[in-house]
């Protein structure tokens, strides 16, 4: 079982920085990879950031050097630095993890239920 819960979200000017937080809350719950997506009106969801549970990192080309993916395995919580911010990144940003539970060894995702970031111009 795990529940993802988002926070940091909210409005700021174009420029500006927000830094996004998720904390897991796991049982018999093994996670690896975790990440941030965003869906934007009228866009399909988009991978913005990922990191393994080694900490290799994977980014969307738009926000490359802009944004920060960053976790903490003990406390089974992922970060998003986001600077430099620009109206075209507003959107409801999600949470997700992935992972293996343990009693099933059956590869599971699940998903926050999302926090809104607006950029304003």
């Known amino acids: 079982q795990v529940q993802l819960v988002e926070s940091g979200g909210g409005l700021v000017q174009a420029g500006g920085s927000l830094k996004l937080s998720c904390a897991a809350s796991?049982?018999?719950?093994?996670?690896?990879?975790m990440g941030w997506y965003r869906q934007a009106p009228g866009k399909q969801r988009e991978l913005v950031a990922e990191?393994?549970?080694?900490?290799?990192?994977n980014y969307a080309d738009s926000v490359k050097g802009r944004f920060t993916i960053s976790r903490d395995n003990a406390k089974n919580t992922v970060y998003l630095q986001m600077n430099s911010l620009k109206p075209e990144d507003t959107a409801v940003y999600y949470c997700?993890?992935?992972?293996?539970?343990?009693?099933?060894?059956?590869?599971?995702?699940?998903w926050g239920q999302g926090t809104q970031v607006t950029v304003s111009s």
């Open positions: 990191i393994t549970r080694g900490g290799s990192t």
């Open positions: 796991i049982s018999n719950f093994r996670i690896n990879t």
């Open positions: 997700n993890a992935q992972g293996i539970e343990i009693l099933t060894i059956k590869l599971l995702a699940s």
